[in-house]
């Protein structure tokens, strides 16, 4: 779809928690691309629930590795490249669980909650050179990734009942964040959360 628009687009498969994985991947999207001006850190994800006092430390490195450590290397390696650019705009996906408390969840939850404080305080470091950093925070969207908590009505129901407007977001619906954060249309926008969960988190 984008070929046919006309612009350009290289694939890059590979495990951005491996070491060296992001230095590979930003030298292979510059030279793909021909520069760098936006970088979406969406990896991330999450694949147990436990208490933290059962929880294995091992556990813990997994998730911080994925949602936080990943993401760190990866701005390490672009932002040469981004400050270059003198109009660019770094976007970090973060997540709900990441702006209050939930039970099972302290790893991931810490984790998120970082990669916004981490947000913050680099948009600081580079606002006056050429460079936005915001976070997008998504609630229960509808991916391939939740489809198994839609195949329980039961689990569906206990989670929907957290959103006031009652349904699941949709990809496009993020997408179009993402759009709007990497835009000039946010040009005066830097270290702020834009959080996309139709209402959950206005619950406290």
Known sequence: EILALGRKCIVITTDVTAEGAATKIIEQAESGLGGLDILVNNAGGNSFSVALQS????GWQKTMAL????????IQAALP????SGNAS??????VAGLRGAPLMSHYGAAKAALISLTQSLAIEVATQGVRVNALVPGWIETDLTDFLRAEDTVEQGLLSQVPMGRWGRSDEIAQGALFLASDASSFMTGQVLV???G???RG
């Open 55 to 58: 929880m294995k430390f091992s």
């Open 67 to 74: 949602n936080l450590d990943s993401i760190v290397h990866l």
């Open 81 to 84: 490249a981004l400050l270059q």
């Open 90 to 95: 770094i976007i970090n996906v973060s997540s």
């Open 196 to 198: 996309l969960d139709g």
């Open 200 to 202: 959950q988190s206005a």
